[in-house]
């Protein structure tokens, strides 16, 4: 066991001992290579930076037990990931979607309701909050997911998300568009994980640290970038800012 403030480097890339906001334990945090975006773990729970970035995000943001209360909306989670059984066993209101194309939307596949972000079923200004990890680079008309968002929140309501800021300081670039029902890509071809496709999602867009005046644009919402490095946390690494967006 480590002792607490202190880090090694012997056969792990990086390890340190720490508190892990997911599993909200004392833990170690480790990674075996220098990607620590997606290898930087809790020895407990698993969780990987992007996740414990959001979850600090939240806990500062709501204190306490009373994020649980919430009506939660989250969109694409990964079902082997702590933070999904987290929420599910713990926040009383809590719906998890996925997206199905070719089914019919609103309905329940696998024991997720199907939704289209960009043209959700849901009524006006139910949800206290909605959340997304590293959704928002694979969405083909991001303006219309914003504001189906905003739509979808109640008032003083919160889209708190992750987001690869690939650009940071340039603009936001679209990576891809469609065209005649196909993904056709602009630049290099790119695709990350889907937990519902096993030939993943393709990267539509290269966000910037203007992706908050988009949003501003698109849906009304004021939007801040939260970014924190903070070893004993085990938020370290790349593109792991957090997006907190408000409707007013």
Known sequence: MLNKNTAQINEFFLL???FCDVCDSETIFESHNSWLRDNYICRICMSIPRERAIMSVIKKLYGGNSFYKKKIHESSPSPERQIYKKLKQHARHYLATQFY??????ST?????NENLENQTFKDGIFDVVI???VMEHIYNPKRVFKEVER????????IFTVPMINKHSASEQWAKLYKGGNVFIYKPEYHGNPVDENGSPVTWHWGFDITIYIKKSSGMHAEIISEYNQQKGILGE?????VCTKL
């Open 16 to 18: 340190n001992s720490g």
């Open 152 to 159: 979808t929140l109640k008032s003083g309501g919160r889209y």
């Open 132 to 134: 997304t990890l590293d």
């Open 109 to 113: 596949i696998n024991g997720f309701q």
């Open 239 to 243: 593109y792991n800012e957090v997006v």
């Open 101 to 106: 194309s070719d089914q019919e939307f609103g």
